[in-house]
């Protein structure tokens, strides 16, 4: 029997576990009507956290909007119009939700029917899960105790929902008392009428008639008992109520959503974040209809014991204390949920466009969009945000600098349920600085972009004013500031605190939190993190001792990273590594993720390496002496390591570092023992035949690398006529071409070997190629001939 099939047949709390975990989200009318689709898709092996999937959930997804239509288009009768409606708009919102995000939709849905197999297992009395459980579990990478939370929301809605019928009959006996209590007050007239005029009523009459009275009081008395005993009942849930939700509401928001706040600046540092923020907004949304009713319900039940005040003395009305304290967990949510959705840059240039959009995650449900809010912006400094956080409020015209257009109107995204405003087209004008101490520089400022609104709910019965602040920021006026500060917003991100002090992050962290960030940094630029001996070398360089790299409890101070010059260098431990970051990222992205660039890697260790491979051996490893730079290490003759004057970025927009491998004939095999046409050929510029026609009368050429020294030491020309002489200082590059190198000196094997790499000029000369009217001097025409005898 198929998973839906037994799911349906679930009985009582387990049947309302498989309803609550269906949502907006993922509407369960869609789980019913491609129930078998569905499911035969999903028993597929997909990991959603595995990126070469990628290309098969965004098909997925396609496909799954396109059997949405199709299923909606075929329901043409009356009986099934608000299921076509229903499932139209979740094919709308799956289009704007999930087709630039498929992976989050494998998620739910792995999540929806992990829960079912969950639940039938459990009612089937089946221990263990099946391999198709396994692979349907609920996914962690949703937020944490989601069926929980979903259980506790229908919890809270039965109890809102029984209060609600409580107060009802509660309202009924109200009314059957006051009908009781007016007859009882006529027939108190009627005796005192008996009593006034004797003579013309009968004595029988005043008997009946106290008679009744004894009735009727006995029965108002005991009407007054019950009520006051169904007031004190019902106060009583209202309690509880709303003791359950300040609880649920506490885990919602200083919980899940903080975690969510938390994950959002991670991912600053290159995290992966999956953005759940619209279960959070249901589970909002659950909370705010739920706050509201109960809400009103107390308002009711206040209104009630103040048109029939029957208190017993010495009772004590909770009522009043209930409606603030629902009033404060309704202001609390709305206030909270007022969110930035997408983060402003945090290194910010002046004068640069930049964008943001902030959220509402309950302001459909209090129908805030009726009346839609403004959003202002505005930026402030860590001093004034630590103002605002003390005294809830700015002082007006208190702002740390000009932003243009930061105004906008919340709208209401019908398709997406969402209230939000985006701002497309900001830019800081002017920055106030705050005065520098010591070693402080304009890169260790942080500031806070400030958004604020103001609207009300309810008619105007409740008025808020919300306001939130962005994750730090750091303002340059230059692209050279840049690096530093980065290296601020970096470590900020990676170790600020919960509940901190804006914006405080501490001094000394242990290298192994350090390391675990650089990685991450480095694999969401490039494609591939850091190894072990990557970090441990990383170590040995951040604190300045080849020793210390292999231990991750080692503290590693805010000054050692990015404040205090390498030994010998003009330049930190940050900006080494950045550029290194900057370097792979823009030019060496694919040797890297293919691993064939040891990159990490001391001098002395590489020298090691390669002395035990065979000649032409080489490696590639970044280089210590200058900032984003990369060298090209190999054993040539005589068991000489050298290495070649590192590339840079200028370099590899001049010629790749695949070609330029290519052009070094002596470079034979990628260590250990990879032939280097094997590890690089994809890489390699193809060779383009027009290249190889004449335009206007010339003869076109090609840039090629070539040392000169390693040829020499090689005994052999990378290619021919190349200026060379046997003395070695006539090889200076600077003296040969020009430009300024190292000198090229001979060492002992331990010891490399720096030389230069330079471009040459050849022509694109062919056997095939036509030289017959052209005219050369005799120097060239030597030059051809030699080429075309080799």
């Avoid at 679930?10 to 869609?30: C, D, K, M, T, W």
């Avoid at 494609?527 to 970090?535: H, I, V």
């Avoid at 927009?653 to 034979?668: E, H, M, P, Q, V």
Wanted: hydrophobic letters at 35%; charged letters at 20%; one cysteine or more.
């Amino acid at each position: 029997m198929a998973l839906w099939a037994k799911a349906q047949q679930l009985q009582g709390e387990s049947l309302r576990q498989v309803h609550a975990v269906y949502g907006n989200h993922f509407p369960i009318e869609v789980r019913h009507f491609l129930a078998p689709w569905i499911e035969n898709k999903m028993l597929t092996e997909i990991d959603p956290e595995n990126a070469e999937h990628y290309q098969y959930a965004a098909n997925f997804v396609e496909t799954l909007i396109k059997e949405l239509e199709n299923k909606a288009a075929s329901m043409e009768t009356e009986e099934l119009f608000l299921t076509r409606i229903k499932l139209q708009e979740a094919a709308e919102y799956f289009k704007v939700q999930y087709l630039n995000n498929p992976m989050m939709l494998i998620r739910v849905i792995r999540h929806c029917l992990g829960t079912e197999m969950a639940l039938v297992k459990q009612a089937e009395g089946v221990i263990g899960a099946s391999p198709v459980h396994q692979v349907m579990s609920p996914s962690p990478c949703l937020p944490r105790n989601n069926l929980e939370i979903t259980q506790q929301i229908e919890t809270l809605r039965q109890r809102t929902q029984e209060t609600g019928e409580n107060l009802r009959q509660m309202e009924q006996e109200h009314e059957a008392f006051a009908l009781e209590y007016h007859e009882l007050t006529k027939v108190q007239a009627s005796i005192q009428h008996v009593q006034n005029n004797p003579l013309t009523q009968s004595p029988d009459v005043e008997k009946q008639l106290r008679a009744k009275k004894e009735s009727l009081a006995q029965k108002v008395n005991q009407r007054v008992v019950e009520l006051l005993k169904t007031r004190a009942l019902l106060a009583e849930k209202h309690k509880d109520t709303v003791v359950g939700i300040g609880s649920l509401q506490g885990r919602v928001l200083d919980d899940e959503l903080i975690r969510w706040k938390r994950e959002q600046q991670l991912a600053g540092n290159g995290v992966p974040f999956v953005n759940s923020l619209d279960i959070i907004q249901e589970w909002c949304e659950a909370l705010s209809e739920i706050i509201w009713q109960n809400r009103q319900q107390i308002k009711d039940s206040e209104r009630l014991r103040t048109k029939f005040a029957i208190d017993p003395p010495g009772s004590v009305d909770i009522l009043p204390t209930l409606n603030t304290q629902i009033t404060q967990l309704l202001s609390s949510l709305v206030t909270s949920t007022f969110i930035i959705e997408k983060q402003p840059p945090q290194v910010m240039k002046t004068n640069t466009r930049f964008t943001s959009s902030v959220r509402l995650l309950v302001g459909p449900k209090l129908n805030v969009h009726m009346s839609p809010p403004q959003v202002s912006v505005s930026i402030i400094s860590e001093a004034q945000a630590n103002t605002l956080l003390k005294n809830d409020k700015m002082a007006k015209g208190d702002t740390s600098g000009e932003i243009l257009n930061n105004t906008g109107s919340m709208e209401y995204h019908k398709s997406t349920r969402h209230l939000s405003v985006h701002f497309r087209n900001m830019q800081l004008r002017k920055i106030k600085r705050t005065e520098k101490k010591g070693s402080e520089s304009v890169m260790d400022e942080k500031f806070s972009l400030l958004f604020q609104s103001k609207f009300s709910v309810g008619g105007g019965e409740l008025v808020f004013q919300v306001w939130t602040l962005s994750l730090p920021v750091v303002v340059i006026v230059h692209g050279n500031q840049e690096p530093h500060a980065w290296a601020t917003v970096t470590w900020d991100n990676a170790f600020a605190e919960p509940g901190r002090i804006p914006f405080v992050v501490p001094d000394r962290v242990p290298w192994g939190q350090v390391s675990e960030t650089l990685s991450t940094k480095f694999k969401a630029a490039t494609g591939r993190g850091l190894t072990s001996g990557n970090l441990k070398y990383l170590g040995s360089k951040a604190f300045r001792n080849h020793n210390a790299g292999d231990n991750p409890n080692g503290i590693i101070t805010w000054s050692q990273f990015c404040k205090e010059p390498l030994p010998d260098r003009n330049f930190t431990f940050w900006e080494w590594f950045y550029a290194i970051k900057k370097l792979t990222r823009e030019h060496l992205r694919g040797p890297w993720v293919d691993n064939i660039i040891h990159g990490f890697i001391s001098r002395n260790q590489t020298v090691d390496m390669l002395k035990l491979r065979p000649r032409g051996t080489f490696m590639l490893r970044y280089s210590d002496s200058e900032l984003g730079g990369i060298t090209i290490a190999w054993h040539g003759e005589n068991d000489e390591i050298l290495m070649i004057q590192p590339f840079n970025t200028k370099d590899f927009t001049i010629r790749s570092l695949a070609d330029r491998i290519f052009d070094l004939k002596y470079l034979t095999h990628l260590y250990p023992d990879i032939p280097k046409d094997v590890a690089f050929h994809k890489y390699y510029t193809p060779a383009d035949p027009a290249d190889r026609n004449a335009t206007n009368g010339y003869v076109r050429q090609i840039l090629v690398a070539h040392v000169p020294a390693a040829s020499l030491s090689e005994g052999m020309l990378s290619y021919p006529n190349t200026p060379a002489s046997n003395h070695m200082e006539r090889l200076s590059p600077e003296s040969q071409f020009g430009q300024p190198s190292p000198s090229v000196l001979r060492q002992a094997a331990e010891t490399p070997q720096s030389v230069s790499a330079h471009e040459i000029e050849y022509p694109i000369i062919d056997d095939d190629f036509p030289l017959e009217g052209f005219e050369f001097n005799s120097m060239v025409t030597d030059m051809i001939q030699s080429y075309k005898a080799q």
